[in-house]
C-alpha cells in the first residue's frame, strides 16, 4: 500500500525557515517522481515543486523560486522541503504527492499534509 | 504560464441528479488533464487522468471529456458521497496550475 506521511510543518516567523519531510513506502521511491502542492486556508491547489528521478531534475513554482529547495534522500525513502525567507502567503497545508509513472503524468497518491504557518 | 479556469464556482444539485463542472485552459495542454475530489480536511484524491481515463476505484458514475482547451467532468447519478470540492488540473507544461475548485453543494 502507498503511504506518504509528511511531517515537520508548524509556526515559523516571516523571514524564517523551515524543513518539511515526507516519509514514503509501499513503492519503489527512486522510481518516481514526487512532488509537492500546497492549498492556503479555503483556497485552492498550488503546485509548488518536483523532483524528476528519472533525469535529477526540479522544478519549481514562480511563487517558491529561489527561496524553496526539494530534495531527497533515497537510502530513507524522504522528500524534503526546504523552505527559506518564508512569507504570510506561504502559510498553507502542504501535500507530499507522487506523480504517476510516465510523462506527462497525473498525481495519484497524495499524503494528508503539514500545515505550515508563517506569522509572528 | 498556462491558466486553468474552471465553471461554476460552486454548484448545487439533489442526489440522483447530472451534473457537470467545465474546465478551460489558456492553451492547448493536448489531453493532460485530471481531475481531482476533495473533501474538506482530506487530501485531494484523483478521479480522471488523461482527460477521460477513469483512475483505479473510481465509481463508473464519474466520467471525464475533451481536449485541447476545453474539458467536462460529469458525475451522472449524485451520491451522497459525492458533496465535495473538484478541482481540475494540467500537466502538460511546467508549472503545472490548477482550476481554483467547483464546490459541490447538496440541494
Known amino acids: 500500500e502507498v503511504q506518504l506521511l509528511e511531517s515537520g510543518g508548524g509556526l515559523v516567523q516571516p523571514g524564517g525557515s523551515l524543513r518539511i519531510s515526507c516519509e514514503a513506502s509501499?513503492?519503489?521511491?527512486?522510481?518516481?517522481?514526487m512532488s509537492w502542492v500546497r492549498q492556503a486556508p479555503g483556497k485552492g491547489l498550488e503546485w509548488v515543486s518536483l523532483?524528476?528521478?528519472?533525469?535529477?531534475?526540479?522544478y519549481y513554482a514562480d511563487s517558491v523560486k529561489g527561496r524553496f529547495t526539494i530534495s531527497r534522500d533515497i537510502s530513507r525513502n524522504t522528500l524534503y522541503l526546504q523552505m527559506n525567507s518564508l512569507r504570510a502567503e506561504d502559510t498553507a497545508v502542504y501535500f507530499c504527492?507522487?506523480?504517476?509513472?510516465?510523462?506527462?503524468?497525473?498525481?495519484?497518491?497524495w499524503g494528508q499534509g503539514t500545515l505550515v504557518t508563517v506569522s509572528s | 504560464d498556462i491558466q486553468m479556469t474552471q465553471s461554476p464556482f460552486t454548484l448545487s444539485a439533489f442526489v440522483g441528479d447530472r451534473v457537470t463542472i467545465t474546465c478551460r485552459a489558456s492553451?492547448?495542454?493536448?489531453?493532460?488533464l485530471a481531475w481531482y475530489q476533495q473533501k474538506p480536511g482530506k487530501a485531494p484524491k484523483v478521479l480522471i487522468y488523461k482527460a477521460s481515463s477513469l483512475a483505479s476505484g473510481v465509481p463508473s458514475r464519474f466520467s471525464g471529456s475533451g481536449s485541447g482547451t476545453e474539458f467536462t467532468l460529469t458525475i451522472s447519478y449524485l451520491q451522497p458521497d459525492d458533496f465535495a470540492t473538484y478541482s481540475c488540473?494540467?500537466?502538460?507544461?511546467?508549472?503545472?496550475?490548477f482550476g481554483q475548485g467547483t464546490k459541490l453543494e447538496i440541494k
Open positions: 504527492v507522487r506523480r504517476a509513472e510516465g510523462a506527462p503524468a497525473h498525481f495519484d497518491y
Open positions: 523532483f524528476s528521478f528519472s533525469d535529477i531534475r526540479t
Open positions: 488540473q494540467q500537466y502538460y507544461d511546467f508549472p503545472y496550475t
Open positions: 492553451q492547448t495542454i493536448s489531453g493532460w
Open positions: 509501499g513503492f519503489t521511491f527512486s522510481t518516481y517522481a
